[in-house]
């Protein structure tokens, strides 16, 4: 029973600010690890996860991380200022695109420098939103199974693998979204701008066309008429007769002919004056015998 009991997983507390400040921390620089110490208190075969102090002046690298002198000199002085009563619990690092595990790097670091039964190690994946606790488990490192988050502002909840919800970041960017979304609010332009453009693109290509036809090809009149103003007769024009963009006619075999020729004219041959033809309204009408219709009398006859 003794040896089932030193090979039993701890279980861990951590504080839900605590939490945030972890995350905060990894996102911060997302191309490199980061690290920092956990500070809290056992309390009997678990421990309970309080504060954390960041690793500042660590060796970073893309894969791994070291805590350097300056960074034990800094995190001591934190410390024994703010958490005299605490202890280090353990320490966090991130693993920006890797996933939650232990490499041999940190592997190296747990077992030489958190190597007390109760000292836990936290990975957090910025990229993945990924989390978990390893601790001893007799002579080994495990993932823990039972993580506990207390929040009393109503934050995370962990399950049984240690892996809180997501909160903050690019998540909250997300459901801001969605929440738009649902509740009818308009993400983009507005449809009626979206309307207005596509009316407006359909016009100008009408217009477009249209400029384009009534330039490059002509314009068949296909009942055109020459009408003779002396003669008062219309005469059809030959086939093929059409209008020209330049505002002229172009009659087959005759050539273009400005619009501005309103009639045809006709020339006559000039025989001099001629005498107006008698008006027949001012001509008295005469007797067969020569004498007018009236009673006139005769000039010649005479006098009474």
């Not at 300056?70 to 024994?80: A, P, V």
């Not at 002579?139 to 909160?167: Q, Y």
Request: negative net charge; glycine residues 10%.
């Amino acid at each position: 029973m003794g040896k089932r009991k030193s090979e039993q997983q701890p279980r861990v507390t951590i504080e839900g600010e605590v939490l945030r400040q972890i995350r905060q921390h990894a996102r911060s620089n997302s191309k490199t690890e980061v690290c920092g110490v956990l500070i809290g208190e056992e309390n009997g075969s678990g421990l309970k996860i309080t504060a954390r102090i960041a690793g500042l002046n660590a060796a970073q690298a893309g894969t791994y991380v070291t805590f350097t002198q300056d960074t034990w000199e800094h995190i001591y002085k934190i410390k024994d200022k703010d958490y005299p009563d605490e202890r280090i619990v353990g320490w966090y690092h991130s693993h920006p695109g890797f996933g939650v595990f232990l490499s041999d790097h940190d592997t190296f670091i747990h077992k030489n420098f958190f190597s007390a039964p109760l000292q836990v190690a936290w990975v957090y994946d910025p990229h993945s939103d990924e989390e978990g606790c390893f601790g001893w488990c007799g002579e080994r490192l495990e993932r823990l199974e039972e993580i506990r988050v207390k929040d009393d502002k109503g934050g995370e909840e962990a399950g049984e693998t240690g892996k809180p919800e997501p909160v903050g970041g690019i998540e909250d960017d997300e459901e801001t979204v969605e929440a738009k979304e649902a509740s009818g609010f308009e993400v983009g332009p507005p449809q009626w701008l979206s309307w207005l453009i596509t009316i407006c693109s359909h016009v100008l290509l009408m217009a477009l066309a249209f400029v384009v036809t009534w330039t490059f090809f002509p314009r068949p009149v296909p009942f055109f008429f020459f009408i003779d103003p002396y003669k008062g007769s219309a005469i059809q024009a030959p086939p093929g007769t059409h209008l020209n963009p330049n505002d002229t006619i172009a009659i087959p075999g005759v050539g273009d002919v400005p619009l501005q020729m309103g009639r045809l004219e006709r020339r006559v041959p000039n025989d001099g004056p001629s005498s107006p033809a008698p008006n027949q309204s001012q001509t008295s009408p005469q007797k067969p015998d020569g004498k007018d219709s009236k009673d006139q009398k005769d000039p010649n006859a005479p006098r009474k």
